[in-house]
């Protein structure tokens, strides 16, 4: 067995740590704090992830004397909700716009037109696949699939059979994710087999279909990795109903109530969570940068963490848990 990337290692390491960036000399004239505008427009507004990190978006609007708003659809809600949103946004003339974006290459129009009117846009959670994006703030998803690669490799012993399930839309943080959980079973964990990645609407009753599909197709598969909350859940639902719990070792992403009473229970062995109020008000401060014409790195990492039963309910973690 090979031993862990060093880049997988590094994170171990890092995870926590205070984050730092360049700044440079204004590009335009400073416009006064109480005639900024720097709208959100989110994935969606009523998962818990979203919740926190508006929580984040507006105690930072506050604090720097800004206005903002939350926009962006209801889970389920198709794809124009949000671009009618951007639409909006930008005929109000924002000093800068905040994304989430459902879709990594539909909003590039959109993205085209903000910076040809001189608007700066900064991705928050996701970002797109966009030189136009002045920056992203959101976590290394690709570090952590390699940090959920390399838990699911220990806890099946190096042997096995693993799957993930993933979101069906072009959502670069799901591509991510699963590539670098891939990536690292595949080079750290050669007998360990790996099937085609499935996809599912991004929905509990998809996910479930999705996830009893695999445990049928492949009774044998003996880990799946959930790229997000609604994944994880269909994957609860999926093992309850066809009765393996216990068979199969489940590493999910996110929290939310029922997967951290999952973990608890012992049908999930662990999760890695995020900081959504942390991201929300470092991505304001970035966005009120980047409306000032400071220098900003390509990305911003606010950091992810690994939690289980062992540690569920410490401090250290309970602070990063969101319903």
Do not use: C
Request: charged share 25%; glycine share 10%; aromatic share 8%.
């Amino acid at each position: 067995m090979k031993k862990p990337s060093k880049s997988a290692l590094l994170l171990l390491f890092t995870l926590g740590l205070p984050l730092f960036f360049i700044t440079g000399p204004a590009a335009q004239e400073a416009v006064p704090s109480e005639q900024i505008y720097i709208p959100v427009i989110a994935k969606t507004l009523d998962f818990g992830f979203f919740k926190q990190l508006r929580a984040g978006t507006e105690q930072a609007a506050k604090d720097y004397g800004i206005k903002t708003t939350f926009e962006g659809p209801l889970i389920g809600e198709p794809l124009e909700i949000q671009i009618d949103v951007l639409k909006s946004a930008l005929t109000k003339n924002p000093q800068a716009i905040l994304i989430s974006a459902l879709d990594a290459t539909a909003l590039t129009p959109y993205l085209e037109e903000a910076q040809r009117r001189g608007i700066p846009v900064v991705g928050v959670d996701t970002g797109v696949d966009s030189p136009i994006m002045k920056t992203t703030v959101g976590i290394d998803n690709y570090g952590a699939g390699e940090l959920a690669g390399m838990k699911m490799g220990e806890l099946l012993g190096g042997k096995g059979k693993v799957g993930v399930l993933s979101v069906s839309k072009p959502v670069k943080v799901s591509r991510e994710r699963g590539d670098g959980f891939m990536n690292t079973i595949r080079e750290n964990y050669s007998d360990i087999e790996i099937i085609p990645v499935t996809y599912s609407l991004d929905s509990r009753a998809d996910a479930k279909e999705a996830a009893k599909k695999i445990l049928e197709t492949h009774p044998d598969i003996t880990g799946l990795f959930g790229i997000n909350a609604l994944m994880n859940e269909g994957i609860i639902d999926a093992l309850k109903e066809l009765n393996k719990i216990g068979t199969v070792t489940v590493i999910a992403f996110d929290s939310g109530k029922t997967i951290t009473d999952a973990i608890r229970e012992g049908i999930i062995a662990g999760a890695i969570t995020q900081d959504p109020v942390g991201m929300g008000y470092k991505a304001i401060e970035t966005a009120l940068q980047a409306a000032k014409g400071e220098r900003l790195p390509e990305f911003i990492d606010t950091g992810f963490y690994w939690y289980d039963k062992s540690s569920i309910d410490s401090p250290e973690i309970q602070k990063y848990l969101y319903e």
